[in-house]
């Protein structure tokens, strides 16, 4: 069989314990257990690859392994795979087919089957020239990484193959490519992207050229499509602890490319206009975001929105940056124009409509707070405060309260317990009056009825003017709100 441990050209003799952990891993699954047979008994080599056997060996050292897809390389052809699932597998699909790759559903299991392969890339597109390979550590040679580029033979004898140390720097904590880093990200610069993500996800730390190539290749990362860049920058702030990956992110100048308004929040600060570090402020107020979600059971976690909103809430200020008397720096209306920002960008990366609008209203709004004082609102202000938040009000409490940095013990304990009493007022007027649905106290058909009016621009008018008398002074009584509506109508003469 090619790949034997003996013909590694970076690796090593793998230890015997690790060779136990990799078969319990395809032992445990029926499924591959009968794929390995099925392939086996029609003469073709079948090897389970990729993150299935990187996150197995993680679990062997401690670490919670992940779920998803199991991958699967394999000698037969594209058509025989489909042939030797047939009659076995659920259902199959073939939308890759044209890269070798065939999807299968098994008893609940997902399997995706791809023929080894010896592509070249096209630099220019970035698409590979396909061509079907004879050789697993050659299939090997051409993945992103070598934690990815590890396999395990779903054969009699589970072999492990790890012909380029994948094994040595999964235990180092090391991010490196099988072959060199410049070659790699040329082929292929989303590998660049998804270093960060494996900064974020696995901890590990890249080498020394890996780092050099990412720097001076950042500008490859223009050729790919921004779904596939928004794809794989989700994937990254939804790790438990994305930080490390963003800082890589940005040193390297990837997010320049891409998302250069978080570079852009490193604002110089000197010694005669101090202010906060407005970069590493973001990246705080993700990391406490992050905890206060997870400390939330009726929150969903990870939260794309709510992280979005963290890391982005200040790209409003670089724009509206001033300096005033006395070395102050202002940031005057940073939220309008952040919010403004981030549609811009997060529409520019493909995100979902929803997405963009509710990560760009809770910029807009994560400032309203501050003016709440030590508790001056009125009961209207409160109000509003709920309405313009809607369904997105608790993730806002959680950006208010992770956007309060502050060093300073006292002032961080007066605005945690100035929160807090926002925060019971909401419960005590939620209580009272409903303020997840505030409408007005009369309907559109109440009030075409009462000025005997067609449905039209007037009634919406008439509806707005209701809505917020209800703001203003909240619920009234019929006859009351009748009065209102009348007195208001004879107004517009």
Not at 39 to 47: I, L, P, T, V
Not at 326 to 341: D, P
Request: with cysteine; aromatic share 6%; net charge negative.
């Amino acid at each position: 069989m090619s790949g034997e441990p003996q013909s590694r050209p970076a690796g090593g003799a793998v230890p015997p314990a690790v060779q136990q952990t990799v078969r319990e891993l395809v032992d445990v699954s029926p499924v591959l257990v009968q794929l390995g047979e099925r392939f086996a008994a029609a003469g073709f080599e079948a090897h389970l690859v990729g993150g299935s056997v990187r996150d197995a060996l993680l679990a062997a050292g401690g670490d919670a392994a992940a779920g998803g897809d199991l991958d699967v390389t394999t000698d037969a052809r594209p058509e025989q795979v489909l042939e030797l699932l047939r009659g076995w597998a659920g259902s199959t699909w073939n939308q890759g087919i044209a890269f070798g790759t065939v999807g299968a559903e098994v008893r609940g299991t997902r399997l995706e089957i791809t023929t080894f392969r010896a592509d070249r890339y096209d630099r220019e597109s970035r698409n590979p020239e396909v061509a079907w390979g004879d050789s697993l550590v050659d299939d090997l040679a051409r993945r992103d990484f070598t934690v990815n580029a590890m396999a395990v033979s779903l054969g009699p004898d589970r072999t492990v193959t790890d012909p380029f140390g994948g094994l040595g720097d999964l235990l180092a904590r090391r991010l490196r490519t099988p072959g060199a880093a410049a070659d790699s990200f040329a082929d292929d610069p989303l590998r660049m992207l998804r270093a960060v993500r494996f900064v974020a996800q696995l901890g590990l730390t890249p080498s020394d050229d890996v780092v050099e190539a990412m720097t001076a290749m950042s500008g490859e990362l223009a050729r790919i499509t921004p779904e596939r860049v928004q794809a794989e920058l989700s994937k990254t702030l939804l790790q438990d602890s994305p930080r490390a990956g963003l800082e890589l992110f940005v040193s390297t100048g990837l997010a320049d490319v891409v998302l250069p308004e978080l570079p852009a929040l490193r604002m110089e600060i000197d010694e005669h206009h101090q202010h906060k570090d407005v970069y590493t402020h973001s990246l705080t107020v993700l990391d406490r975001a992050i905890a206060l979600e997870r400390a939330d059971p009726d929150a969903p976690s990870p939260d794309l929105v709510l992280r979005l909103a963290a890391l982005l809430h200040d790209i409003g200020k670089p724009a509206t940056r001033r300096h005033e008397p006395r070395g102050r720096v202002s940031f005057h209306h940073h939220e309008v124009v952040g919010a403004k920002l981030v549609r811009k960008r997060l529409t520019a990366l493909r995100y979902p409509k929803e997405v963009v609008e509710a990560v760009a209203r809770l910029t807009f709004l994560h400032l309203r707070f501050h003016g709440y004082g030590r508790g001056e609102w009125t009961d209207s202000a409160v109000r509003r405060y709920v309405t313009d938040a809607g369904d997105l009000l608790p993730r806002l409490h959680k950006l208010v309260r992770s956007d309060c940095t502050t060093r300073n013990r006292r002032r961080a304990a007066a605005l945690s317990a100035t929160y807090d009493s926002l925060e019971q007022r909401i419960a005590e007027l939620s209580a009272a009056e409903d303020l997840a649905r505030v409408r007005p106290d009369l309907d559109g058909n109440a009030i075409m009825e009462l000025l005997d009016l067609p449905p039209g621009r007037e009634v919406g008018e008439a509806w707005r003017f209701l809505k917020e008398l209800r703001l203003e002074r909240g619920p009234l009584e019929r006859d009351e709100a009748e009065a209102e509506l009348r007195a208001w109508w004879a107004a517009r003469g």
